[in-house]
């Protein structure tokens, strides 16, 4: 849960997400090389300049901080070094906890199906994160074609593949927890 203060939208986002957004220039390099700017509302560079501005209703409602894919082409690409993947993940952490209605009520759903299956795992497991999803979303019929065409070609496996590292992993997203309530 990131614990909010009184302090202006760039200096909670840059405390919390440990990298400062006023080192920002707008050179737009962020936006330039994003692959997923077709479909946001609000692109990578604008994203650092409306926390400048403290435009947090407008950021906390949009599609953009859920459709990043935190590739981190972004922050690669940026010459000041702001982590605008580690930005996007602060922004939808105040999203979810500010109990708002979000733009799409399904994005949490999948962020949520997403991230347990990455914490049970080690790894997503598409099966269980889609029966999460749906569960939660009740659209069961929805992409019923596109399941069993990625069945068929093998892209949905029915069980499972092991992965080395579980206690590794399960042990990030308690120190995330940590550092997110603490």
Not at 53 to 73: Q, V, Y
Not at 113 to 125: D, E, H, M, Q, V
Not at 126 to 143: G, H, N, P, S, V
Not at 175 to 181: D, I, S
């Amino acid at each position: 849960m990131v614990a909010e203060t009184n302090h202006p939208l760039d200096a909670l986002v840059s405390k919390i997400g440990k990298t400062d957004v006023l080192a920002c220039y707008q050179c737009k390099k962020c936006s330039a090389g994003c692959p997923v700017t077709p479909d946001m509302d609000i692109l990578p560079h604008q994203v650092i300049r409306m926390i400048q501005f403290g435009m947090k209703e407008r950021l906390l409602n949009s599609k953009t901080i859920w459709l990043c894919a935190s590739c981190e082409t972004c922050t690669a690409r940026c010459p000041n070094d702001v982590d605008l993947a580690k930005v996007m993940d602060v922004l939808r952490q105040m999203a979810i906890n500010s109990g708002e209605p979000l733009g799409d009520s399904r994005v949490p759903f999948f962020h949520s199906a997403f991230l347990s299956s990455i914490r049970k795992r080690g790894r997503i497991y598409e099966l269980e994160m889609i029966a999460k999803y749906k569960l939660k979303t009740r659209e069961f019929k929805k992409d019923i074609k596109l399941g069993i065409m990625m069945f068929l070609r093998g892209k949905l496996k029915l069980v499972s593949s092991k992965i080395k590292g579980k206690k590794e992993i399960k042990d990030i997203f308690s120190q995330a927890k940590k550092g997110v309530t603490g």
